[in-house]
């Protein structure tokens, strides 16, 4: 069975402060995609990264940045310099290769303060 | 803007009613999805199409059912609307198996 683990249900952090988001995820299949979201508070789903099983190399997108690895089974999310635009709530998605559908983890709320 | 379109944004009913709720893909995009979001169950997938044919399904009530039209819009039916139906429903299209763009949800409201 797949699973994701978003253990840290919220976070708040003051502007210009870099914050990590972490990802846990389970499967047996060897080739799987790993997703994050990202849902601000008007509600909508925005997509952000797509990272394939077999590509382990971190990508940094702006202020985003994201660590794959495999030998933990962690795809962590971080931001730099954070800003009030950032609060929204984060979720990480797991999509293996037999199925199209995503599994979500529980999602990381986060707070920015100005 | 993702390019998927849902109707209506916001949608309140009572127990035992009827809804449909609809969905505009991406243009080029065959695949839609559909998913529910609920503070208990989270963000769940419910089921899938495939240029007009069901490819999977999830965690769907045997209440709810979906379609695919020739045009490749589509809509989720809800019937017997209990109050734990009360979520955001979103629907996502994807070219081939690639990411999914979701599109800004209907929010049902069950009294």
């Known amino acids: 069975a797949q699973k994701v683990t978003q253990a840290q249900t919220e976070i708040s952090v003051v502007e210009k402060e870099d914050v990590t988001l972490d990802c846990v995820y389970e499967t047996r299949d060897t080739t799987y995609y790993l997703f994050w979201y990202k849902q601000p508070p008007s509600g909508e789903l925005v997509f952000l990264i797509r990272?394939?099983?077999?590509?382990?190399q971190n990508e940094i997108s702006g202020r985003y940045s994201w660590n794959f690895q495999k030998s933990t089974s962690s795809f962590n999310f971080t931001i730099t310099a954070s800003q009030v635009v950032d609060s929204a709530v984060y979720f990480c998605?797991?999509?293996?290769?037999?199925?199209?559908?995503?599994?979500f983890g529980t999602g990381t709320r986060l707070q920015v303060f100005p | 803007d993702s390019g998927v379109t849902q109707t209506p944004k916001h949608l309140i009913t009572a127990t035992g009613q009827r809804v449909t709720l609809r969905c505009s893909p991406r243009s080029g995009d065959l695949s839609v999805y559909w998913y529910q979001q609920s503070l208990d169950q989270g963000l769940q997938f419910l089921i899938q199409y495939y240029n007009g044919e069901e490819r999977a399904k999830g965690n769907i009530l045997e209440r709810f059912s979906a379609q695919q039209f020739p045009d490749l819009h589509s809509e989720l039916n809800l019937s017997s609307l209990e109050l734990g139906d009360s979520a955001l429903y979103f629907c996502a299209s994807s070219v081939q198996r690639n990411e999914q763009f979701f599109g800004p949800g209907t929010r049902l409201t069950v009294l």
């Open positions: 998605a797991l999509k293996v290769r037999s199925t199209d559908k995503l599994i």
């Open positions: 990272r394939n099983s077999f590509d382990e």
